[in-house]
């Protein structure tokens, strides 16, 4: 579903990621760990181009991404993106926050868009907040609706940027269920993470990085058992 080749980013002359490879396959839950400032955030913003990628390809579905061509709109449809603090809009109801980009931005009826969002919130165990406005939500909630509002546009991959780092402990577990329900009805995911536990039980893959480069990945498994890489061997020495 996607292919990163050779994927450099600067940030001026600062080089932040050197030389990204990686395939995601539809269907997979790929998870990236990593110390704070090995690039990790910059790597998902890059896929669907909250950042412009300074060399390299990048493949979506047989699209490459990186050509000047490509519908940027259209490719983040497709392109679910859940971030650390949220993002919903404070002054519109949770319904709204769900039906507004479906119907504005894919033209879907009112109606129908409403329906779907209540599927939606149903799933994340928030129909009977649709009327609220995220300021009267706690920070579980209003990341529940947050990926609601992600999935009501439909898309084929969900990119998830430490979405458990902001929450109060008591918050963190209700957000990872839902994620985890997620994975099981088989989303393609990427999910830079710092949540070791779920990382072992819901990944398919997990990526280790470290100065932005893939410095190692394989199975959940062989990561936190046995890593390879010392730079690995050392963040996990130091996380778990
Ligand atoms: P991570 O998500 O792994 O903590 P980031 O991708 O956020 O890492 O950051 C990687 C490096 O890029 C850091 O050194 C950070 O300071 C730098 N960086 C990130 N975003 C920007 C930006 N918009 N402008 C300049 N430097 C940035
Ligand atoms: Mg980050």
Redesign the pocket.
């Known amino acids: 579903m996607i292919e990163i080749n050779k994927l450099h980013k600067y ?1 001026g002359k ?1 080089e ?1 990621l050197k030389g990204i490879n990686l395939s995601i396959e539809s269907g997979e839950v790929v998870v990236i760990i ?1 110390p ?7 790597l998902l913003r890059c896929l669907n181009l909250l950042e412009e990628p300074t060399d390299g390809t990048i493949t979506f579905e047989g699209q490459n991404l990186t050509n000047k061509k490509t519908d940027i709109n259209l490719l983040r449809q497709k392109m679910g993106m859940v971030f650390q603090n949220f993002n919903l809009f404070p002054h519109k109801t949770v319904l709204d926050n769900l039906t507004l980009a479906p119907i504005k931005v894919k033209k879907i009826k009112k109606e129908t868009a409403e329906n779907t969002a209540l599927t939606l919130l149903d799933k994340v165990g928030l129909k009977d907040k649709q009327l609220a406005f995220p300021s009267n939500l706690s920070g579980g909630q209003q990341q529940r609706v947050a990926i609601a509002r992600a999935l009501a546009m439909d898309p084929d991959v969900m990119l998830f940027d430490e979405p458990t780092s902001a929450l109060d402990p008591e918050m963190v577990g209700e957000v990872l269920q839902v994620m985890k329900d997620l994975a099981q009805d088989g989303m393609t995911m990427v999910i ?1 993470t710092h949540e070791m536990g779920f990382a072992k039980e819901v990944a398919d893959r997990v990526i280790f990085m470290a100065d932005g480069i893939v410095q190692e990945q394989g199975t959940p498994d062989a990561i936190f058992n046995t890593p390879k890489n010392p730079r690995t061997q050392d963040f996990l020495s130091k996380v778990l």
């Open positions: 940030y600062n932040v990593g704070s400032g090995s690039g990790k955030s910059t830079v």
